[in-house]
């Protein structure tokens, strides 16, 4: 079966972000980048199923060049190969991300038996691209995976609520979009680093589109601040904390 | 936790491996009342210390490194955070065998023991996963092992706090640090002020920071080195403890691979230098791993995986087993990669103990700790010394551009006498176009250009043909010309003009300068105007902090003049001595004066022919100096020799020196004299009248009587370090510094082979020679003395085997050759009576 | 007119839903509400309370259970039909994906928890971002505004009005609209990754432990507690423990009823995945530590020394 997995390279942020002097990105000059939490597993269950079921896996995303780099990174993982649709580095709205990804997918020879995005973005969270491109192609579409099987041509999916689990299934093609605990993402290893290197990388244009979910600026939240009761000073505090402990009901 | 206190006698900044070793190592010594401080949280603050590999290879080419890492070792030792693994060096290449033969030899020297040769098979024995057909040997040092860093420090914290003496406080950023009257006076933080004594900077990558809070420099640039984890690896999935493998270090691709419990460290020195400044590290908050941790650069490391893959295939090349962890670390480098030590010279009571690293970590604590305290370390740490840097080397240019260039051959073969090709023709003295024309092969001292030797003398080659020595390997032909020796000989019949330009010169003036220059002087400066003294200046404990010549030009002022590269360090030995009421003032004037020297049996005529004054040998003494009129020129000629030849240094104002130039130059043409390059001064003329030199011979380590310099009588004034030198003269020495000559060159492949220095000398059965206060004899300079034929080794030996005569044995790059004593002492093996320079 | 879904289910209503109606009153527009489901007529009474005049239900034979897309599809119709101002719904994982099904349809924007909507043209709000951590203000170029809200923006306020009045209508549904729904459901534990997800009491360690040594004190005060251990991203890139004990963004996101952090400062990214827990003790040397932002409790100083004397003090307590 032939998957696709769509990423995003995001910054890997610590506990405060710093902001760009214009407001409008937020200050990468110390970060790394890696892709969205979830992603991670998404890739994870692409190379999983290819293992079990062979066919290849298929990377896309849409970002700046430097982007090659997580596409690296994941083809290191077992993916087959990649596309990386260019941008100038600035952020796209989710409905020209969307567009910009579903023409990719039509110019694709392959016709992807599945197609598997994490379950939200780490920086912008819109919670709507695999939506759009699920209506876009016409395939249906489960989210917030947590447990996944594909078989006789149909993915069964386990989504994970307040109240339990909840199962679906979709007829394939379709497209699921997972969430962590699905399944522990592998490290690369040094070989599959150095196929990774070999491995293709297609690069394509997309033309930008107008906005129509317009950034204008950014801001830091105002700090949550709870108002840590302190409990005092190294061990001298823990009867303290016992007292606290008996009432929440924890003892 | 309490409060910050208002006051301290000192503040520690910095609370890794270094911090903790300052606290501790002040406490024992005795000082109480010690703030730490550190702007991260304990036990790691997000330093170097915190993401650092730990293992400790206790081989270097440099002494002073060796020792101050055979110092940590011990102290790890007796905290109990050392394992020893053993360590090997591998060699994929033929010139890296030679290199690992040339770092026994070193270890050697240095009185580290242990080291073997190893074949490929012999290697594979002892780490059973690399593969044995990609090298051609390996280098085994059974005393390697590893440390953990951040638990020494917790213990040499927490011990200092238990004795009482020092108050240890995380998470306190420092805002500024402040001076008055050149004196550092305390630390603002944002948790209050604390008012002290000392400040003592030990923030690693952060230290140029702070330094500049208090106007000073610490000139290192924080630096990437990367590193990634594997595993679990099958291999060592019994492996019992943090460690039990054997380090290997694959020094060819600059990497090393470790094993780590179950997993498999790589870190490479092979990547491009990713450079950053302190402002651009994040702080904790900020920080996705920690502040020195950053995001690791794959494609930086794409031929590392490689590399690595090769040597060691059964497990890099394993599929499952997988990166667990892979950082770009940040680690501090500085532009001549030794660390930045001791008090900044632009503020008293300012401390520096940075750009060290994990393995000389306690050590350099140690070292400092006793230079603060006691006033000196036992470890002579001159090379680390941080008043070496001259103002251009503080640049940020400079740093970058050196450790740019430097930064690959951390694991690299570099030669003794490797010249930096980044950032050159910073200094340029007045003589430089001539010297250009000339064809003058330039060599850098601090940033100064200086002809080692001149292309246009070699046509002198063919004149004294075998004469000049030639070399036909390599290694010793690298850096080096039988130019040199051929304008040595040149100047023995005629004379040479040499370029000195990059002497450092100071004045001291004023009603207390001559006590200032006898506190520092060995010799008597209550001399009559016009002399000239050559001096040692000790330490408080006896033992050598320069050597350099003082000129009293009037009652009241004084003239230092000291070779380039120590020139700062001594300007602020001076400094320090200046009294508080500003009764002796001191001027750098080494960019207000230019220095030439012409020596050679016709130097005599050659400057009488174009002055009036009387050159003559009762008219101009030796060891004298006067104004002379050159033409329109007033110049100071003073009457030394650093070269064993009659001969004057002469000064005049930096502008006027190409004129000075051109009038030597035409008077020379006609008594045959040639350029000579740095070659000659410093190596082969000075060998020939075994002139010591600062730092190869003259240290702390040694004493003046050791050195064969001590004076027949004493001066009656006192000076830095007589108590100790008093009680030196009334003792036998226990090594005397002698001459050897080497009686056979001759290699087992037959070519001849010429020791460059550093190598053991050993007795005719091989053995490594110690003295009775555990020093070893070791080649302190090496180089040819054509006028002789002879290659000659300066060694202290062990007085009882210092007699003319003796026979003994070189090790040189795993080779031994038979060498003999030429003369015990400072006697010269040229022109013993020295006849040449007095005529 | 504004219409705000209410999610609910098999009549449950998620409370999240009364915030969102709560939100929607403010913006000073009639508020009309809708169900999915015919078992959503249940639920006109307490949407009636909140502020909706109006109950619209979409009853369809297709529509047995939660049918995303079907959902996506009735409020279509219902747009086409009475052009409200604004749809919303709160930021919730169904809330944002029915919302997103309509956006779709429609292909007009939609912005993703809101926590201030402002109506206009464009319409202007400000939305989470980064885990809440940065706010995003955002001009939304479409006529008819889609968004969710921000789940805890807003605190739910009762209008005390009346039942709403119950419209059932029959959503146009085409075949592929009800492909994806619920087929059944169990209530007990997903199979995968729910070790930490689905503990009471979770004992946490980052960098502050030192190393994998470090665990064995929290892992007897997990055991004590009856919860289990967790760490952060640093201790499982460190090698110090395995990464399915990573809580954050990149690792699990938990909601227990205590969490302990012990050495933790607090990257973004641990805090993205467990500040949500009931109750959130600190033990950190570090009194500025950004994860004190987000504790009940805390306690300034060593875990080394803390993590010990709290474990004999709990045995004590327990006798």
Not at chain 2, 381 to 396: C, P, T, V
Not at chain 2, 591 to 602: A, R
Request: net charge negative; proline share 5%.
């Amino acid at each position: 079966m032939d998957i696709l997995v769509c990423l995003k390279r995001v910054p890997l942020a610590g506990g405060t972000l710093i902001l760009t002097p214009d407001s409008r990105d937020i200050e990468t000059k110390h970060l790394g980048f890696g892709i969205s939490p979830h992603e991670e597993n998404a890739v994870e269950a692409g190379v999983q199923l290819v293992e079990q079921m062979g066919g290849t896996l298929t990377l896309l995303t849409l970002g700046p060049s430097d982007a090659e780099e997580q596409l690296r990174s994941q083809l290191a993982i077992g993916a087959t190969r990649a596309v990386l649709i260019e941008t100038d580095g600035q952020e796209w709205d989710p409905q020209g991300t969307a567009a910009a990804l579903v023409d990719a997918i039509n110019s694709e020879e392959t016709k992807f038996d599945l197609i598997i995005f994490g379950a939200e973005s780490a920086d912008s969270a819109g919670y709507q691209i695999h939506i759009r491109v699920a209506h876009a192609l016409n395939r249906p579409i489960v989210t917030n995976v947590k447990a996944m099987k594909v078989e006789n041509g149909v993915v069964s999916c386990e989504r994970v609520v307040a109240t339990g689990r909840e199962h679906y299934e979709a007829p394939m093609p379709a497209i699921v979009t997972v969430r962590d605990g699905l399944n522990i993402p592998r490290y690369p290893s040094v070989p599959g680093r150095m196929q990774a290197r070999k491995k293709i990388v297609d690069m394509k244009k997309a033309e930008p589109r107008v906005p129509k979910l317009e950034k204008v600026t950014l801001a830091l939240a105002p700090s949550k601040d709870k108002g840590a009761e302190i409990l005092g000073k190294g061990v001298d505090a823990v009867p303290a904390l016992v007292e606290v402990l008996k009432q929440i009901g924890a003892l | 936790m309490s409060k910050l206190p208002a006051k301290a006698k000192c503040v520690v900044i910095g609370a890794g491996i270094v911090g903790n070793g300052m606290v501790y190592h002040l406490a024992k010594l005795g000082w109480k009342d010690i703030v730490q401080i550190d702007k991260g949280p304990l036990p790691n603050p997000g330093g170097s210390t915190g993401h650092a590999s730990n293992f400790i290879f206790p081989v270097d080419h440099s002494k002073e490194m060796t020792a101050i890492t055979a110092e940590s070792m011990r102290q790890y030792k007796e905290w109990g955070t050392f394992t020893q693994t053993g360590g090997i060096e591998v060699a994929r290449t033929p010139e890296r065998m030679q290199e690992l033969a040339r770092r026994i030899t070193s270890a050697k020297s240095w009185g580290i023991d242990g080291g073997q040769i190893l074949t490929p098979a012999q290697v594979k024995e002892l780490v059973p996963y690399i593969d044995e057909n990609v090298i051609v040997g390996g280098y085994y040092q059974p005393t390697v092992g590893v440390v953990d860093s951040l638990r020494t420090g917790t213990l040499m914290r927490e011990h200092a706090i238990e004795a009482g003496a020092a108050q240890s406080f995380a998470n306190i950023e420092v805002l500024d640090i402040t001076v008055e009257n050149g004196h550092v006076t305390g630390v603002v933080t944002d948790q209050g002020t604390i008012s002290a004594e000392y400040v003592v900077i030990a923030t690693g990558c952060w230290s140029p920071k702070l330094a500049e809070m208090a106007g000073a420099h610490i000139p290192l640039t924080p630096a990437v080195h990367q590193m990634k984890d594997i595993g679990p690896v099958p291999f060592f999935k019994d492996a019992k403890g943090d460690i039990e493998w054997p380090i290997v270090r694959d020094m060819d691709v600059f990497m090393y691979e470790r094993q780590h419990g179950t997993g498999l460290e790589i870190g490479s020195y092979a990547h491009r230098p990713i450079l950053y400044t302190p402002e651009d590290l994040p702080s904790n908050a900020t920080a996705a791993l920690s502040p020195t941790e950053f995001a690791f650069t794959q494609a930086d490391f794409d031929i590392q995986d490689e590399h690595a893959y090769e040597l060691m295939p059964s497990i890099v090349g394993d599929e499952n087993v997988r990166e667990k962890y892979a950082i770009n670390g940040i680690l501090s480098y500085t532009p001549d990669g030794m660390p930045i030590l001791g008090e900044t010279p632009e503020v008293k009571g300012l401390w520096s103990v940075a750009a060290v690293w994990i393995k000389e970590g306690p050590g350099t604590s140690k070292s400092v700790a006793e230079w603060m305290v006691l006033g000196d370390s036992e470890i002579d740490l001159h090379s680390s010394n941080i008043a070496r840097f001259h103002e251009h080397q503080k640049a940020e240019f400079h740093i970058k551009a050196r450790v740019d260039e430097s930064f690959n051959k951390t694991y690299g073969i570099v030669h003794p006498l490797e010249q930096y090709a980044s950032n050159r023709n910073v200094r340029l003295s007045p003589f430089y176009a001539a010297e250009k024309e000339l064809g003058a092969v330039f060599y850098e001292t601090a940033g100064w250009e200086r002809p080692f030797w001149y292309e246009s003398n070699k046509n002198l080659l063919a004149k004294f043909g075998d004469k000049v020595m030639p070399r036909t390997s390599e290694w010793e032909s690298r850096w080096w010309s039988p130019i040199i020796n051929a304008e040595h000989l040149q100047m023995r019949e005629s004379a040479g003009i040499v370029d000195l330009s990059a002497f450092a010169i100071f004045d001291i003036t004023g009603p207390s300068a001559l006590a200032v220059v006898q506190k520092a002087a060995l010799r008597q400066m209550d001399v009559a105007i016009g002399r000239v003294v050559y001096t040692p200046v000790l330490g408080p404990n006896g033992g050598f902090k320069s050597d350099l010549t003082i000129m009293r030009l009037d009652t009241q002022h004084f003239r230092v003049v000291t070779g380039g590269a120590h020139g700062m360090a001594d300007k602020k030995w001076f400094s320090d001595l200046l009294p508080t009421d500003g009764s002796a003032q001191i001027f750098d004037l080494t960019s207000s004066y230019t220095t030439v020297g012409i020596w050679g049996p016709k130097a005599r005529e050659i400057i009488q022919a174009i002055t009036k004054s009387d050159m003559g040998k009762e008219a101009f003494k030796f060891s004298t100096c006067k104004i002379i009129e050159v033409g329109p020129l007033r110049v100071l000629a003073s009457r030394i020799s650093y070269v064993g030849d009659l001969g004057w240094e002469f000064y005049v104002p930096i502008e006027q020196g190409a004129k000075l130039w051109e009038m030597l130059w035409d008077s020379g043409k006609k008594h045959e004299m040639i350029p000579v390059g740095i070659g000659v001064y410093g190596t082969t003329g000075r060998l020939e009248k075994c002139y010591r030199a600062y730092g190869p011979e003259l240290e702390t380590e040694y004493t003046v009587v050791e050195a064969g310099m001590q004076s027949p009588k004493l001066k009656e004034a006192d000076f830095i370090g007589k108590a100790a030198h008093v009680k030196h003269r009334s003792q036998t020495p226990v090594t005397t510094l002698c001459t050897l000559f080497v009686d056979d060159h001759t290699s087992s492949t037959g070519e001849k082979r010429y020791m460059m220095g550093n190598e053991p000398i050993l007795t005719l059965d091989k053995a490594p020679i110690v003295d009775s206060h555990g020093r070893r004899s070791y080649v302190t300079s090496a180089g040819s003395a054509p006028s002789l034929g002879k290659h000659i080794l300066m060694s202290y030996l062990p007085t009882e085997l210092a007699v003319a005569g003796n026979k003994f044995i070189v090790e040189y790059l795993g080779e031994h050759y038979p060498c003999s004593i030429a003369e015990v002492g400072a006697t010269s093996v040229f022109d013993a009576s020295n006849e040449r320079i007095m005529a | 007119m504004i219409l705000v879904l209410i999610d609910h289910d098999q009549s449950e209503i998620d409370p999240l839903s009364l915030r969102a109606l709560t939100a929607a009153r403010k913006l000073g527009h009639e508020i009309e509400a809708v169900a999915i489901g015919s078992d959503g007529a249940q639920l006109a009474a307490i949407v009636g309370e909140y502020g909706a005049t109006k109950l619209h239900v979409a009853a369809h034979d297709a529509i047995t259970d939660y049918t995303p897309m079907a959902s996506g599809r009735a409020l279509k119709d219902l747009v086409d039909k009475f052009k409200p101002v604004a749809v919303l719904a709160a930021g919730s994982p169904r809330g944002n994906e029915q919302l997103a099904h309509l956006a779709a349809f429609l292909d007009i924007p939609m912005a993703a928890e809101c926590s201030e909507i402002t109506l206009g043209s464009p319409h202007h709000v400000l939305r989470a971002r980064w885990a809440g951590n940065l706010i995003e203000s955002a001009h939304v170029h479409s006529e008819l505004l889609v968004a969710t809200l921000l789940s805890f923006s807003v605190e739910a306020e009762s209008a005390n009005s009346g039942v709403a009045i119950v419209l059932t209508f029959e959503p146009a549904l085409e075949p592929a609209d009800s492909i994806v729904k619920v087929l059944s459901r169990d209530s007990g534990q997903s199979k995968a990754g729910l070790t930490l997800s689905d503990a009471k009491v979770i004992v946490s360690g980052g960098r502050g432990v030192g190393g994998p040594d470090g665990f064995g004190n929290l892992e007897e005060l997990a055991d004590l507690l009856g919860g289990t251990v967790g760490c952060s991203r640093v201790v499982t890139s460190s090698g110090w423990r395995p990464h399915a004990e990573q809580v954050g963004q990149t690792g699990t996101k938990v909601a227990p009823d205590l969490y302990i952090a012990a050495g933790i400062s607090g990257a973004m990214q641990h805090i993205a995945g467990m500040k949500n827990s009931k109750t959130i003790v600190v033990i950190n040397t570090d009194p500025e530590a950004p994860i004190l932002r987000y504790a009940d409790y805390a306690i300034i100083g060593d875990l080394h020394q803390v993590i010990p004397a709290l474990t004999s003090a709990i045995r004590q307590a327990k006798g």
